[in-house]
């Protein structure tokens, strides 16, 4: 199920590291995003 929902992330969300973002000046709902990707994509290598 993880594997999937990381393939719909890829596509469908911002990649915030290509856009250069410095996590210390992220705003609260960037931060919320790379928490989010974190979690799916650490579920989706188990």
Known sequence: ???I???IN???LPSL???RL???KAKN????LI???YYVTVRALD
Do not use: P
């Open 5 to 7: 929902l990381a393939k």
């Open 17 to 19: 590291t290509k856009q």
């Open 29 to 32: 709902w960037q931060k919320a």
């Open 1 to 3: 199920m993880f594997k």
């Open 10 to 12: 890829k596509l469908v």
């Open 35 to 37: 928490a989010y990707r």
């Open 22 to 24: 410095d996590v210390t």
